[in-house]
């Protein structure tokens, strides 16, 4: 199986900067998609962005222009840089890991295989 491990997170003013890494083992990390997901108290868990095999990105319409997705292989991670933060994305950020995804399911976390155990990201207003 895949292990992932996610880290970055923290406490930042409203239009402030952050970047969550994620690490995976265990399997080839090339041959995965990855993607962010976050779920707010109250709310339903939702995509932030993912990337694909070859490096092709996915946003939603919120984080789109603010949030870059990256990954390097060769490091086994993936990365999420989020740029002028709202209080709004104050959430449990997630990393996920599929071996299986089809083109325009990217945004159903339900078709994701693995999960690393989140790290909170808090913005102040």
């Known amino acids: 199986q895949v292990q992932l491990v996610e880290s970055g997170g923290g406490l930042v003013q409203a239009g402030g900067a952050l970047t969550l890494c994620c690490t995976a083992?265990?399997?080839?990390?090339?041959?995965?998609?990855m993607g962010w997901f976050r779920k707010a108290p109250g709310k339903e868990r939702e995509f932030v962005a993912g990337?694909?095999?070859?490096?092709?990105?996915y946003y939603q319409d919120d984080t789109k222009g603010r949030f870059t997705i990256s990954r390097d292989n060769a490091k086994n991670t993936v990365y999420l840089q989020m740029n002028s933060l709202k209080p709004e994305d104050t959430a449990v950020y997630y990393c996920?890991?599929?071996?299986?995804?089809?083109?325009?399911?990217?945004?159903?976390?339900?078709?994701?295989?693995?999960w690393g155990q989140g790290t909170q990201v808090t913005v102040s207003s």
């Open positions: 996920a890991a599929a071996s299986s995804l089809y083109v325009g399911t990217v945004f159903n976390g339900n078709l994701y295989n693995y």
């Open positions: 083992s265990g399997r080839t990390f090339s041959n995965y998609f």
């Open positions: 990337i694909s095999w070859i490096h092709r990105t």
